[in-house]
T-cell receptor, first 115, second 114 residues
């Protein structure tokens, strides 16, 4: 069975602070895919990143960065110099290999950035 | 603009009535999905479809039904058999079915049954 745990339910920061969202996953698959999605107050989920299990290279996209560590089964997400527009619920998700059609989502972390 | 549309955004129904939620995509994606989101929880898969005229049950299919007669459309019917239908429903699509492909989501429909 696949499982995604986002231990932080809510995080509140002041604008310009950095914030790191933790994601720990469990899977028996050797090939799997990890995702992060953002859900702003409007409700629509926005795709942020996909990472496959063979690519442990960290990635940076603007103020966003991701740290994938297979040794600890973690795929953490950092927002640098947070802005009010970053306020949202962030979901980490996991899917198995090619024949796995299901995304297993974590419970989400609500990030509130205060001006 | 390419994307996924869901209508309506808010839907109210009386208990015992069936209700159909619309989902349309113009991304030319083969695969489509329906998820349910409850407060404070992640998304749970209701049904998915890999291709036209084919669909499979997800984790919580009881009380729901779907059809996939056209590539662009994947409507979800919430039947009176669904014990707790009030929730936020999200439709998604991906280029193809399979774990490697990211899913793109519509704006969602918030269903309230009283």
């Amino acid at each position: 069975a696949q499982k995604v745990t986002q231990a932080q339910t809510e995080i509140s920061v002041v604008e310009k602070e950095d914030v790191t969202l933790d994601c720990v996953y469990e899977t028996r698959d050797t090939t799997y895919y990890l995702f992060w999605y953002k859900q702003p107050p409007s409700g629509e989920l926005v795709f942020l990143i996909r990472r496959n299990s063979f690519d442990e290279q960290n990635e940076i996209s603007g103020r966003y960065s991701w740290n994938f560590q297979k040794s600890t089964s973690s795929f953490n997400f950092t927002i640098t110099a947070s802005q009010v527009v970053d306020s949202a619920v962030y979901f980490c998700a996991l899917s198995g290999g090619s024949n796995d059609y299901k995304l297993s989502f974590g419970a989400g972390t609500t990030v509130t950035v205060r001006a | 603009d390419g994307g996924i549309t869901q209508s309506p955004k808010y839907l109210f129904r009386k208990e015992g009535q069936n209700v159909t939620l619309s989902c349309e995509q113009n991304l030319n994606h083969d695969a489509m999905y329906w998820y349910r989101q409850d407060p404070g929880q992640g998304l749970r898969l209701i049904y998915y479809s890999q291709i036209v005229n084919d669909f499979q049950k997800g984790d919580i299919a009881e009380g729901y039904s779907v059809s996939r007669e056209k590539k662009e459309s994947f409507p979800l019917t919430v039947t009176s058999a669904q014990k707790n239908p009030t929730a936020f429903y999200l439709c998604a699509s991906s280029i193809s079915a399979g774990g490697a492909y990211e899913q793109y989501f519509g704006p969602g429909t918030r269903l309230t049954v009283t």
